[in-house]
């Protein structure tokens, strides 16, 4: 069954260092697609960051990484600089295969980060 | 560009109570998904409407649920009657046809059954 693991519920991290988020992830599915996304605490949920099964390399955007492990089926939210404003919960989630049947998302039960001065 | 919309943010009912929970998606997108979050659970999906269709619908816990989208615009899940477990987040995230993958989503409507 697929499935979406972050095993850390709560972490800090001090302003303007580095932080990375764990995602393991499981699929039998040769095609797949990895989102971390960021819930603040208004409760929206924001589109951060897409890794492609077939991408050859990590995605980033702007101070979001994804640090992709094929072999080791993970795929860690690397944020760099941390803000203030990075305090939020963070969800990693998976798209299997392709096309319309197969888009819907599996998450994660999520990383409550925060960042203190 | 407005994003996707939900309404109410807050909704507390009684068992046995019926609600009805809205999502207006971006404008222009045929996909749009309902999920909800369970206190303390991982968010799961509950179906996906392209256009007016439901494309998948093999997450709806149960058929007190019902989910339209009627001229393939905004879309509308039902709850009735709402039960104890209910109680949750609903969130809907709508995609584009060029970039399905991409889901954006709303700020979720927080919904009590007490």
Known sequence: AQKITQTQPGMF?????????????????PSYGLFWYKQPSSGEMIFLIYQGSYDQQNATEGRYSLNFQKARKSANLVI?????????????AM??????????????????????P | ???????????????GQTVTLRC??????DNLYWYRRVMGKEIKFLLHFVKESKQDESGMPNNRFLAERTGGTYST???QPAELEDSGVYFCASSSDRFPYEQYFGPGTRLTVT
């Open chain 1, 13 to 29: 991290v001090q302003e303007k260092e580095a932080v990375t988020l764990d995602c393991t992830y499981d699929t039998s599915d």
């Open chain 2, 1 to 15: 560009e407005a994003g996707v919309t939900q309404f109410p943010s807050h909704s507390v009912i009684e068992k």
């Open chain 2, 77 to 79: 899940l039902k709850v």
């Open chain 1, 80 to 92: 760099s600089a941390s803000q203030l404003g990075d305090s939020a919960m963070y969800f990693c």
């Open chain 2, 24 to 29: 207006d998606p971006i404008s222009g997108h």
């Open chain 1, 95 to 116: 798209r299997e295969g392709q096309g319309y049947n197969t888009d819907k998302l599996i998450f994660g039960t999520g990383t409550r980060l925060q960042v203190f």
